[in-house]
């Protein structure tokens, strides 16, 4: 029972992270193709991927992860906690790609690595005083 939010999460993770990546890898390969030598287009591409999921993981993660509504608490806490996850992801995937990581790989091992950060800074703000009795 005590887990339970943390499979959900897992769970919500898995469906974004592959929403995320699949926005990224197809605006990555069009970038690729018609403008190569722009390198910027990665991040570009990257978020795009990033807005569309946290919209989807905001309602996700509010009704199925931790069973709650949506409230300004909760959306100024996952805002806050996602505004961090993507700083983190950009930080990820741009040193995972100076280390000669392809933008393919790097992608998704950014995704995961800011994702395991994630679940520990939202559950503080989905938590209600019953949920910690």
Do not use: C
Request: proline share 2%; no cysteine; aromatic share 18%.
């Amino acid at each position: 029972m005590k887990y339970r939010s943390a499979v959900r999460f897992v769970l919500v993770g898995a469906l974004g992270t592959g929403v995320q990546y699949g926005i990224y890898y197809l605006l990555l390969m069009i970038f690729q193709h018609y403008w190569p030598e722009v390198s910027v287009l990665t991040s570009v591409a990257f978020t795009v991927g990033f807005v569309i999921e946290m919209v989807l993981n905001y309602f996700l993660t509010s009704f199925y992860t931790f069973k709650k509504s949506p409230s300004w608490k909760n959306a100024g806490g996952f805002l806050v906690g996602r505004a961090i996850n993507y700083g983190v992801q950009i930080l990820f995937l741009n040193i995972l790609i100076w280390l000669s990581m392809s933008e393919e790989i790097a992608g998704i091992v950014a995704i995961i690595l800011a994702g395991i950060i994630n679940y520990f800074m939202l559950v503080p703000f989905f938590r209600t005083k019953e949920d910690k009795e």
